[in-house]
T-cell receptor, first 112, second 112 residues
Framework: ETGVTQSPTHLIKTRGQQVTLRCSSQ?????VSWYQQALGQGPQFIFQ???????GRGNFPPRFSGLQFPNYSSELNVNALELDDSALYLC???????????FGQGTRLTVV | SQELEQSPQSLIVQEGKNLTINCTSS?????LYWYKQKYGEGLIFLMM???GGEEKSHEKITAKLDEKKQQSSLHITASQPSHAGIYLC????????????WGAGTKLIIKP
């Protein structure tokens, strides 16, 4: 079985731009969660998708949005990028919500 | 702010020595997860604990969840260089709807 894969691995964007990050969940996993991890801190929950529906959201503004596709892969979109959005973005999949989650390697986003 | 408190923040241990990392919550936990992270990379699942008093072991790593399900400890016996990294505890709390909250991590350095 394949693990969780994220793309791209690194990304540099300019303030005000938009970005889309992608995540392929582990085979058979129907739940995908996204986290933002600033340097030296623990991950912060952004939102979770379960069977293509948003299943919970953390304390992030609406410019953070997402999608889950029928094959359970997912996208995280961030509009109007700010310097503070620079972080490691982690995707995790599980089956079902609440089971142990398996993480991708993350996407390192730098906003300049 | 971190709702899970991890201690210590960092730890330098002589190879071969034992060590303990603690994770404390102010809320009752449904589940407590331990992960290991190499700098700037994704999280590697170690163990999940759900029952009060539960203890699990994998190779030289043992994790316990106290009876009140508000504190967990991770114990490494006879530490090796491969144990170096950042250890993160994540928790699924009462009324959190499977949104994991995280500690800030414990950075472990193994001295040869």
């Amino acid at each position: 079985e394949t693990g969780v894969t994220q793309s791209p691995t690194h990304l540099i964007k300019t303030r005000g731009q938009q970005v889309t990050l992608r995540c392929s969940s582990q085979s058979g996993h129907n739940t995908v969660s996204w986290y933002q991890q600033a340097l030296g801190q623990g991950p912060q929950f952004i939102f979770q998708y379960y069977r293509e529906e948003e299943n919970g959201r953390g304390n992030f503004p609406p410019r953070f949005s997402g999608l889950q596709f029928p094959n359970y892969s997912s996208e995280l979109n961030v509009n109007a990028l700010e310097l503070d959005d620079s972080a490691l973005y982690l995707c995790a999949s599980s089956l079902p919500p609440g089971a142990e989650a398996f993480f991708g390697q993350g996407t390192r986003l730098t906003v300049v | 702010s971190q709702e899970l408190e991890q201690s210590p923040q960092s730890l330098i241990v002589q190879e071969g020595k034992n060590l303990t990392i603690n994770c404390t919550s102010s809320k009752t936990l449904y589940g407590l997860y331990w992960y290991k992270q190499k700098y700037g990379e994704g999280l590697i699942f170690l163990m999940m604990l759900q029952k009060g008093g539960e203890e699990k072991s994998h190779e030289k790593i043992t994790a316990k969840l106290d009876e009140k399900k508000q504190q967990s400890s991770l114990h490494i016996t006879a530490s090796q260089p491969s144990h170096a990294g950042i250890y993160l505890c994540g928790a699924d709390c009462v009324d959190s709807n499977y949104q994991l909250i995280w500690g800030a991590g414990t950075k472990l350095i193994i001295k040869p």
